[in-house]
Each structure stands twice: as C-alpha cells, then as structure tokens.
C-alpha cells in the first residue's frame, strides 16, 4: 500500500480562494437580498460617531471588480 499525502487545508483554502468586495452601509441599504452580517453592519453605523471600514458582500464572490 502507498502513503497517502496528508490533506492541508491552508492548500484548499488558496486554492478556492473567493474574492469578497467590500461594501459600505449604503449599498447594503440598497441591496436586495440582504444577509445577516450587512443587516448587523447597518445598525452598527446607525449610531452617531460610528466608524466603519465595510463589510465583505458574499453576493460579489468570485465577480471581478472594474
């Protein structure tokens, strides 16, 4: 029997590697599938003095950015 190579899940993790755009609250507002963590992201910068740098939007996996 030979030896099996020992399966590193840091090699599938590069090799599917998605792309996730970031997104700010306002599209978030404007989306229409709205996800659980743009929902979160939006009440976050509903209160005054809240910074936010975006939120990963998984509707754009994998679309290339122009």
Known sequence: MG???KYNKSDAALKFQHT???VLSDKCEACTQQCARGIAYMEKMRKPGAIGKGVPCH???GKASK
């Open 3 to 5: 030896k099996k190579k």
């Open 20 to 22: 996730l755009k970031i």
């Open 59 to 61: 509707l754009t996996k």
